[in-house]
């Protein structure tokens, strides 16, 4: 399928490593000029070797700075204009969250996840949107969780942030209404990244799961992440979404939080 994505221009915030890299990476495999952006200097490898397969290759640029401070993130806004324009696409991938349960953490561990999870996104849409609007077509896509559908138990802090930066992109759709920028989330489920085969290799050690990954993955759909695919995510399966949703091939996709989980969260 030709996604029509040639000579578009997108950023994607962490796009330094794990899944925002692929998907900063399949952006530039479809011929979008991509700005990864990274929170530290010089800490980002563009090497044409990561590139490969792409018949529309344009040479990505980087940009970084804190996403969580004022001047971070009107940093960052400056050199992605500088170095692609105002981007067509902007992808708030950058994110993160911490341990904890409802006895452990306190204000402060909310309101850094509200920091990193929701006012990182927002202060690159204030810095893009209203140039955005110029051109009469946008795509503005966050990274959520199906936690802001069924959270669990613990890290409260983290998945109300989730919760809120979901909700809060509702509200910019209807702001962007008739403007041609579509604003939507795409919220994964478990996805296969480098931390989270280490943690359940750790622990199939300690349950004598063995040490064959691919045996690991069907007890961790059994028991700790059930769903009717019986496995969880690659990181290359969320950024296929990512990159639909961005394309011009989802023009009527406005105003939604979609999950990708394998069918873990049961509702209609």
């Not at 590139?51 to 992605?80: M, N, R, Y």
């Not at 990274?143 to 890290?155: A, D, E």
């Not at 919220?187 to 349950?207: C, F, W």
């Amino acid at each position: 399928m030709d996604l029509q994505l040639q000579a578009k221009t997108a950023l994607v915030t962490g796009a330094n490593r794990g899944t925002g890299q692929i998907i900063a990476q399949t952006l530039v495999q479809e011929g979008v000029r991509v700005a990864f952006h990274t929170h530290e200097e010089h800490s980002l490898d563009l090497s044409p070797k990561d590139f490969d397969g792409s018949s529309d290759f344009i040479a990505p640029v980087a940009v970084w700075g804190d996403l969580c401070s004022d001047a971070g993130a009107e940093q960052v806004v400056a050199q992605t204009k500088a170095a692609i324009g105002v981007p067509d696409i902007l992808i708030n991938n950058y994110g993160t969250g911490t341990r904890g349960t409802w006895q452990s953490v306190g204000e402060a561990d909310f309101l850094d996840m509200y920091q990193k999870n929701v006012l990182s996104a927002t202060r690159m849409v204030q810095g893009f949107a209203e140039a955005m609007k110029a051109k009469n077509w946008g795509r503005i896509i966050q990274l959520g969780t199906i936690g802001s559908h069924q959270p669990n138990s613990v890290m409260p802090h983290y998945y109300a942030s989730k919760g809120a930066l979901a909700t809060v992109m509702v509200g910019l759709a209807n702001e962007l209404a008739n403007t041609g920028i579509t604003v939507n989330t795409v919220s994964p489920g478990l996805i296969q990244t480098e931390e989270v085969e280490a943690a359940y290799r750790a622990m199939a050690k300690k349950k004598a799961w063995g040490d064959n990954w691919d045996e690991i993955v069907k007890r961790i759909a059994e028991t700790e992440y059930p769903n009717p695919c019986g496995r969880i995510a690659t990181r290359q399966e969320v950024a296929d979404l990512v990159v639909f949703i961005a394309s011009p091939k989802a023009n009527f996709i406005n105003g939604q939080n979609i999950r990708i989980d394998g069918g873990a969260v049961r509702y209609v």
